[in-house]
């Protein structure tokens, strides 16, 4: 144990900084705000924040929670259950957390991903009492080693007041050196991001310690959580193979060649399935820039078909952390991992032309996307960087199966009960029914397309009398406003969208 | 006339390729896309056009009209009562055109100005057969000095099949030097955008040529339409208080210095009205990083308080042109003109961190703007740019009058008919009745200060109303979905969107 902290403490006079999780938390007073690594439960700070759920079995406080993205190893549970977080962002995806969101007993801050770190740079923010990091290592010339997610790191130890640093044995070590960390400066006095294809490296190999801010650090050995993800099923490689079919529409038309652009997938199980779906294809030489890098990307490079992959977290299932972590030397030169601004940036984005990919919760017949409330009220997760993405990227794809809750709810609807991506940043939607390019139509047109071929059969007549019924009113975007969200009001009343008289006709 | 031509077409070799605009009218085919010079009214094509308005009264066709923006000279007008125009991008401002987009009889694309370059550039639009731009003079080395606005003029050069120039000899030959024309190059394959100052040329004084797609050059001498721009009010000024109050507590708590920051402002009477307020605030030394140049900002530059201007495009009042042209030697140190993909770019906007000012049409007390459709179906005139600025920017402020129609309707309404700029893109909402500063608050908290600072007192009892019962629902985000479209479907049956009760009391 001695000499494997030695082997990642390299800075002998920190040796006296490292203190228990107990005594770590018990600095953090009540009203603080905590910038803590981890972005979807990959290199998040485990054992502190354990330790401040642990403290507030005997004492009251709210804290503010700045994170990367959702934690693992439950801590958004714990921490919601026990009561002690007032403000969150700017992503979770925790049930519990959820439920404290949805009562409005925590103020939680649906962020752009790429948005935090200049709102903190700029103190617009509330300023970082504590940055509570997990580490690799610590340099001996004073770099922080992020383990497996750079997330915000990187701007919550430059601006907190003090640092927490989690030092996880049961990282690999084998981490060190697969981060790219760049900090751009304040706006109005910051070069241009030299960033300009997806496996360069334009910062240094960690964050940059002021030792004097380090209050202490604590030893542990938890690994991540591992990922949760649904393995691919009969529809999401349907949808996999109208994507791929999408792609070769734009090779064909000579927007794209076989080596495609750098490639953008969102979290969650139907962009991963979506992306794994590429296994089959027959493009070649893939190239990877992205915010999670999930099970399919490494799929994806033992197959041979990424050359590179750039993100800022690895999420991964048991299964391939098993694979993976014991080969990580492999993947060194095939794999970067950034802070979330980088990964995330439209300058970025945009230059380098990405094809992304994200997952809707419904869309409406004009290609608005709601991303994150259910029935437009309930928060999911959050919009993560999918906003990020689609307005910036070469091609916004969104994926969703088109239908929910075994029919009763269409994703295609008339009116999105809530918008987080506006019908200027969605090019094209794909469902297991087929997908709708978008780009270059007027709405009337969008609708026509995307109930054709995105919408369920058993939701097709339904959408067109809805559109037919508006047309007759007229606009560029038509409606019937009295019923533009009578399917959500249904649902809420009979449990189904499917209005009355068809579904006795259907059943 | 010979004497003004030849200083102002300076290469001999072209002089034959000088021809009537009805002669280039008559090269352009059913079917064909157009890429049109023109920014709100400034520097548009106007001679070819209207020639071929004129064709339409004796032959049958229609074409696809790309713009940069709007345009004058009632072209837009003219062409949309030909029943000419099949495709309109990505902006327009002419009520004849609003009906008929509105009716379903022109396809128009709402595209966000930055992406429109890219998309022709990627060949996603339509190719582009006839680039028809407007000129101050052609140079001899084969450049294209654009007149008052760049717009998308490169690219549609750059990538158009032919090119027209029309040569216009009422335009100031002194704008020569005042444009800065920059080609990003293929996504995937560009450098950074060099971009780090307002005042930085980073490219070339015109549109470099390619002689031989020239295809004709007609000669015109018809001054741009001036803007039609409202004088500012006493609720604008009100407005205008509320912003430089805003601003000034930006400096006390050391998020801006008495510089600001590069200022940008939308289009529009409102957001003109709004920076003239900047005349009479202590703030010096200001930059403007914007898209189009109104009035006011020729104002500030006269008064010596902006020190130096990045536009798009200069639209000006007839009393500002009378000014500002036999003057304009005087501006050329203080004011470039950019292609709208630079002026708009994500890259630059977010590097120098803009204050961005912009109007809304309607705001939903949560903070999610309406900037495009009236009652949430009919176009008024395009998002324009504000989504370029208000997602990358340092600060998004949206402008808006709290109430219109005589208080029939009220701006700030329980959820938005229409949505251009989620929750997540909007910062500061000013109007009349004070400001509501968003950032780092979540939606529930979003909605008081909404409510409170800026609604109406003839609304926000009712707003109040809506936002209690729909606390009682829940919801990160709460509605009460059948009542949530309410407001906008009781305006369109009773002509206001006061309820019943509550006229009756007020009145």
């Known amino acids: 144990m001695k000499k494997e902290i030695a082997e990642r403490l390299r800075d002998n006079s920190l040796l006296d900084r490292i203190v228990t999780a107990e005594e770590a938390a018990s600095w953090i007073q009540d009203g603080m705000t905590l910038g803590l690594s981890g972005f979807t439960r990959a290199g998040d700070a485990k054992a502190v924040p354990m330790a401040l759920v642990d403290r507030s079995k005997n004492e009251s406080f709210k804290v503010n929670v700045f994170t990367g993205a959702s934690l693992g190893f439950d801590i958004d549970k714990k921490m919601a259950e026990a009561g002690i977080v007032n403000k969150r962002l700017p992503f979770q995806a925790d049930p519990t957390m959820r439920k404290k969101i949805n009562v409005g007993e925590i103020n939680f801050i649906d962020q752009h991903l790429s948005h935090v770190a200049e709102w903190v740079r700029g103190d617009v923010h509330n300023p970082i009492d504590y940055a509570i990091v997990e580490a690799t290592a610590i340099t001996e010339d004073g770099y922080i080693i992020p383990t497996t997610s750079v997330g915000n790191s990187s701007i919550f130890v430059d601006k907190a007041k003090a640092v927490i640093v989690e030092l996880n044995l049961s990282q690999p070590a084998g981490l060190e050196n697969m981060h790219d960390i760049y900090e751009l400066g304040k706006q109005g006095e910051r070069q241009p991001v ?277 047309l007759m009113r007229g606009g560029q975007t038509p409606h019937v406003l009295e019923k533009a969200l009578s399917w959500h009001t249904n649902y809420a009343s009979t449990g189904t969208m499917l209005q009355k008289e068809k579904e006795t006709v259907t059943i």
Chains 1, 2 share one sequence.
Do not use: W
């Open 194 to 470: 030299p960033l300009t294809s997806v496996d360069q490296r334009i910062g240094e190999i960690g964050i940059r310690l002021d030792k004097d801010k380090l209050k202490g650090i604590v030893i542990t050995n938890f690994p991540d959580s591992p990922s949760t993800i649904v393995p691919p099923d009969e529809e999401t490689a349907i949808m996999a193979n109208h994507l791929i079919n999408f792609l070769r529409e734009e090779i064909k038309a000579g927007r794209l060649t076989n080596k495609l652009a750098p490639l953008q997938s969102g979290v969650g199980s139907v962009a991963n399935a979506v992306l794994h779906g590429l296994l089959e294809s027959e493009f070649e030489d893939l190239e990877v820039y992205s915010e999670v890098l999930q099970d399919a990307v490494f799929d994806l490079i033992d197959s041979g078909k990424v050359r590179f992959a750039s993100g800022c977290s690895m999420t991964l299932s048991k299964e391939k952390m098993d694979h993976v972590y014991p080969n990580i030397e492999k993947y060194k030169d095939k794999i970067v991992l950034r802070p979330q601004e980088i990964s995330n940036l439209p300058e970025v984005i945009r230059r380098l032309g990405l094809i992304s990919i994200n997952t809707a919760l419904e869309v409406d017949i004009y290609g608005n996307v709601n991303s994150t409330h259910v029935s437009g009220t309930k928060m999911m997760n959050g919009i993560g960087g999918s906003g990020d993405f689609a307005r910036n990227c070469r091609t916004a794809i969104f994926v969703t199966k088109s239908l929910a809750k075994d029919g009763k709810i269409s994703s295609i609807v008339p009116f999105a009960s809530h918008i987080d991506h506006t019908e200027h940043d969605v090019d094209i939607i794909v469902t297991e029914q087929g997908y709708a390019d978008l780009r270059g139509l007027a709405p009337r047109e969008r609708a026509r397309v995307i109930i054709e071929n995105c919408a369920h059969p058993l939701y097709k007549e339904q959408l067109t009398d809805y559109f037919e019924e508006a």
